[in-house]
Nanobody
Framework: QVQLVESGGGLVQAGGSLRLPCAAP????????MGWSRQPPGKEREFVAF????????YYADSVKGRFTISRDNAKNTVYLEMNSLKPEDTAVYYC???????????????????WGQGTQVTVSS
């Protein structure tokens, strides 16, 4: 079992920035693929960003490319989502997720991730 704990959400004005950490205590963190997804109000959960086990490969949804950065620190068992130039349409509950070491071909698929955090609310005001 992998426990994931997100933090760092809050209310920010459009154009602002937030950094979301997700802690994953345990010895298996550096073998896990990690991702961030979000669920806007009244909509389905959608993929946001992915980082592989080493941090050497990342992938982003088109809607956040160039504004968001995913990274990980395996020494701290933590994955981060740095969000810049935030827009009101970025308002959502953001979830951290963990998946198997290799997720080639399915890293954007919500159902491919095995473990989820409880989510953290991000609200962007216009």
């Amino acid at each position: 079992q992998v426990q994931l704990v997100e933090s760092g959400g809050g209310l920010v004005q459009a154009g602002g920035s937030l950094r979301l950490p997700c802690a994953a205590p345990g010895r298996t963190f550096n073998s896990l693929s990690m991702g961030w997804s979000r669920q806007p109000p009244g909509k389905e959960r959608e993929f946001v960003a992915f980082v592989n086990w080493s941090g050497g490969y990342t992938y982003y949804a088109d809607s956040v490319k160039g504004r968001f950065t995913i990274s990980r620190d395996n020494a701290k068992n933590t994955v981060y989502l740095e969000m810049n130039s935030l827009k009101p349409e970025d308002t959502a509950v953001y979830y951290c997720a963990a998946g198997p070491t290799s997720m080639i071909g399915m890293l954007t698929a919500i159902a491919a991730y095995d473990y989820w955090g409880q989510g953290t609310q991000v609200t962007v005001s216009s």
